[in-house]
């Protein structure tokens, strides 16, 4: 069975840090990239960042990049999102999602080709 389980999350002050955490099962953790979404109500799902397994090639939506960091650990089959600097405009709910390394391309963005999805955990950020 495909799990991605995720953990973290939570309520914080502008200005703090959260980490999320996304444990894979049930699949070739090393052919697939694993990508963090997010979405507020009436909005889009939004991609956030994502790291391919496979050779560790990142990629960060401009809104993130130098405050949001992920890294993978592929022992425990883990991709972590380590939010620095937070802002209230990061206020939403954060989905890890897999895809085929393959299939990916460059457009880390696209909802569609990721096959896999976690449960989604809130990040509330408080001005």
């Known amino acids: 069975e495909v799990q991605l389980v995720q953990s973290g999350g939570g309520l914080v002050q502008a200005g703090g840090s959260l980490r999320l955490s996304c444990a894979a099962s049930g699949f070739i953790f090393d052919d697939y990239a694993i990508g963090w979404f997010r979405q507020t109500p009436g909005k889009e799902r939004e991609g956030v960042s994502c790291i391919s397994s496979t050779d560790g090639t990142t990629y960060y939506a401009d809104s993130v990049k130098g405050r949001f960091t992920i890294a993978s650990d592929s022992a425990k089959s883990t991709v972590y999102l380590q939010m620095n600097s937070l802002k209230p405009e990061d206020t939403a709910v954060y989905y890890c999602?897999?895809?085929?390394?393959?299939?990916?391309?460059?457009?880390?963005?696209?909802?569609?080709?990721?096959?896999?999805w976690g449960q989604g955990t809130q990040v509330t950020v408080s001005s």
């Open positions: 999602a897999a895809a085929d390394v393959g299939l990916l391309g460059n457009d880390f963005s696209d909802y569609d080709l990721y096959e896999y």
